[in-house]
């Protein structure tokens, strides 16, 4: 119901491939380039997250620069030239994770990750599936911790884990699990030299910070450096960052990321309202990753979410996560 999350469905042998080969081969600084892209970094004074340079959105400018398509090209490379989150895949967490960090730290950035792999994930939508088990989901994330090592990274923890505890989506007999399983990894993640860890914590337009925050708790929030709000979602940044505040000072004053990748044009208010967040039209890409933000209380405007990647396979789009090139070109072309 509160949106898809499939970004980390397809992070396959070849994304895998292309972190290693970066981490091999990346020059460092801000220099670095894709050949066909030449994605470049943005200032690290604003913006100390790794971009990418062999992203789905970089490929696709590759494409439409070598078939004449200039002007798809530079709208295209608004998403390119902007770090977004990688979403670690089941199969090989701790290849991932060092690949990811490791081309990062090359380029004297911080990797931006999302881990979403929890047992009973997203209540058989779109993005359902994870880890088989508890034991599962905790080997899964030691191989996390053991890929990042001591190289800086910024975790997304869990999209909707916490929310779905609370909205009564996921059942009654999964919740103390889930309430371990993420008190352990927050517990796990923080043990690292140079992590930090951001509890998913739903939306401005879910419902009240007062039904989240003692779940919250109970999911260790306490030891992380604080929550994310609007992960995949399309709320403004001013909504966000009300909301953020007001859950803030019931969990100890608690730090918090907003995911701004698709929110400059708001929330869509057409349509069924349990499709809102499907690959609605009309949306437009947010206030670009930077730690500039503008409340204390924020520690960064990110894209977690990587625009022009599908909700799933509603109102024409592929499956959950996958490319999908006219969606990100319309999110490009109605940005500012």
Known sequence: MYGSRGAGMRASTAVLGAALLIAGC???????KDAGAKITQQPRSSDPFWVNPDGNAARQVAAYAKSGKDSEAEQIRKIAEQPTGEWIGPENPQQEAQGFTEAADKA?????????NIPHRDCGQYSQGGAADGDAYRK?????????????ATIVLEPDAVLHLVDGCTPEEFHEERYDLLKGAITKLKSLKNTKVYLDAGNAGWGHPDQIFQPLQWA????????????SNFYSTEDSIAYGKELS?????????????????????????????CNPPGR?????????????????????KRPGESDGTCKGGPKAGQWWAS???ALAKASK
């Open 220 to 231: 260790g929030i306490d030891q992380a450096d604080g929550f994310a709000v609007n992960v």
């Open 108 to 116: 004297g950035r911080t990797a931006l990750l999302v881990l979403y």
């Open 140 to 152: 899964w994330i030691d191989g996390v911790a053991a890929g990042i090592g001591d190289r800086s």
């Open 249 to 277: 000072a019931k969990v100890g004053g608690k730090h918090f990321v907003i995911d701004t990748s698709r929110n400059g044009n708001g929330p869509y208010t057409a349509g069924a309202e349990d499709e809102r967040w």
């Open 284 to 304: 437009a890409l947010g206030e670009t990753p930077t730690t500039k933000t503008a409340d204390p209380l924020v520690d960064a405007y990110l894209w977690v």
């Open 327 to 329: 969606y990100a070109l």
């Open 26 to 32: 990346s020059s460092g600084g801000d220099g670095d």
